[in-house]
């Protein structure tokens, strides 16, 4: 008996030992990073941002509730969580969140869901089981993704820009007023991830996993294939290293081409394109309609109507906005009008920003990328859903981040302007009012 109570015990104080010696090195390798500028930036970061979104949130839900738009919670996300779970999830789980909790639990069981790619649903779905809760599941993926992809875009933006331009890119990029969606149960913290992965890695020539994030961000977001065009840029005109040298955008285009060399490694971007193709299939399959995903974009009431069409259509609201204001009729639709525009046409000043200070890579990904999310108008609200777009494309922030370096008082004042959207924003999505 004695013998066998010893073996019984030594497997249990193994698994302590274990166990122990884990948060033996977890929490040093804690405290080695945190002596680290990317570590405190990228933290420091996080949690004003956090604090903000849910501070602002929570304050704005107990004290008007919801609003009219609350039906739109297709899965009962307010109403099944008890009277604190209710308050603590206004801030980030309204509007489509609703849609991905729904693709997470029942999967896709009608065309018109296709308007939702499905890794992040997926994700909720694996993730449930062992959280107990696809509320929490969706939070943790935001939330985990943003701090992978924060120390990604750090990394990247002091590679090419400097570690000053990647503090102040975390900052501008973290207190952007429709910064909020990164917490909130929507891909874009996931997408940010994969999307800055994917350039990182084939900045440093790690094809192979550089076409294994592309592929998956193809399969987050309609524009992630998209990603395409900067990869093969990378490959064709490096640079291939950690080391800070780019090609110059004022290189000319023959000493660029001259460096230009295919080999069989450049298949793995072709991990980028079948990322969308799986989904395509899926697409087929299920609803007999490969492009049920573009078809579905009808039912929200967007259309492709050409190239920056959404821009154009969107300086007659603005400007109709803009009258209302003056006349001493304001109104939080016509700001909105107003600060989607002005959000569109800052983007197109940062991209030319981009394309003189950044290697052609970024400068043909943000043109690709704005262009796109330009494009497609939603009818009565052309620029509807724009500002929560540009908030992916991240060349914007490292170049804006490089620009206001040293421009202190500047960059100071944006990013006061840039709270105060934050918080006024965070309060109207915890409400179930209609943001960007």
């Given amino acids: ?41 990228v933290t420091a970061a996080f949690l ?18 919801n609003g009219p738009e ?21 801030p980030v789980f309204h509007w489509d ?29 694996l993730l449930t089981p062992i959280v107990g809760s696809a509320v929490i599941a969706a939070f943790v993926i935001s939330a985990g993704c943003l701090l992978v992809a924060l120390a990604l875009l750090y990394r990247l933006t002091a590679l090419e820009l400097g570690e000053g331009a990647a503090r102040l890119t975390l900052y501008l990029l973290l207190l952007f007023p429709t910064a909020l969606f990164f917490f909130a149960a929507y891909p874009e913290s996931l997408f940010l991830c994969l999307e800055v992965g994917a350039v990182l890695a084939a900045r440093q020539g790690r094809w192979a996993l550089s076409g294994v994030l592309g592929g998956l961000a193809a399969a987050t977001r309609n524009s992630g294939v998209l990603l395409l065009i900067p990869l093969l840029l990378l490959y064709l005109y490096g640079p291939h290293s950690p080391g800070p040298r780019s090609p110059s955008p004022r290189e000319t285009g023959r000493a660029v081409m001259q460096r230009a060399r295919l080999r069989a490694d450049v298949l793995w971007l072709a991990l980028v394109p079948l990322g969308l193709l799986a989904f395509v299939l899926m697409n087929l399959f299920t609803f007999g309609d490969a492009l049920a995903s573009w078809h579905a974009e009808a039912y929200w ?30 109104s ?12 569109a046409l800052a983007a197109i000043i940062a991209l030319v920003g981009v394309c003189r200070r950044l290697p052609p890579a970024y400068g043909a990904y943000s043109a690709a990328a704005l262009v796109w999310s330009l494009s497609a108008p939603e009818q009565g609200h052309p620029l509807a859903s724009s500002s929560r777009y540009v908030l992916t494309i991240f060349p914007l922030f490292m170049w804006l981040g490089s620009y206001l370096q040293r421009r202190r008082r500047i960059a100071a004042a944006l990013l006061v ?11 109207r999505f915890a409400t179930w009012h209609w943001v960007a």
């Avoid at 821009?311 to 906005?321: C, E, K």
């Fill in 301 to 330: 009431k967007r259309s492709f109507a050409g190239p920056l069409s959404a821009l154009w259509q969107g300086v007659g609201p603005a400007l109709t906005a803009a009258g209302h204001l003056l006349s001493g009729h304001p």
């Fill in 332 to 343: 939080a639709g016509a700001m909105q009008k107003l600060a989607l525009l002005g959000v």
């Fill in 70 to 90: 609350a039906p739109h919670d297709l899965v009962g996300i307010t109403g099944h969580l008890g009277s604190v779970g209710k308050v603590l999830a206004a």
């Fill in 48 to 65: 004003l941002s956090l604090l903000i979104v849910f501070a602002a949130g929570i304050a704005a839900f107990l004290a008007l509730g």
């Fill in 97 to 125: 969140g609703a849609w991905y909790l729904r693709l997470a639990e029942h999967g896709y069981q009608h065309s018109v869901d296709t308007a939702y790619y499905p890794l992040y649903p997926l994700l909720i779905s």
């Fill in 417 to 427: 302007v840039f709270t105060i959207g934050l918080v006024y924003c965070s309060a």
């Fill in 1 to 41: 008996m004695p013998e066998e109570r010893g073996r019984a015990v030594a497997p249990a104080t193994a698994e302590r030992v274990l166990a122990s010696e884990r948060k033996r090195w977890a929490s040093r390798w804690l405290s080695l990073q945190a002596g680290r500028p990317w570590f405190r930036s």
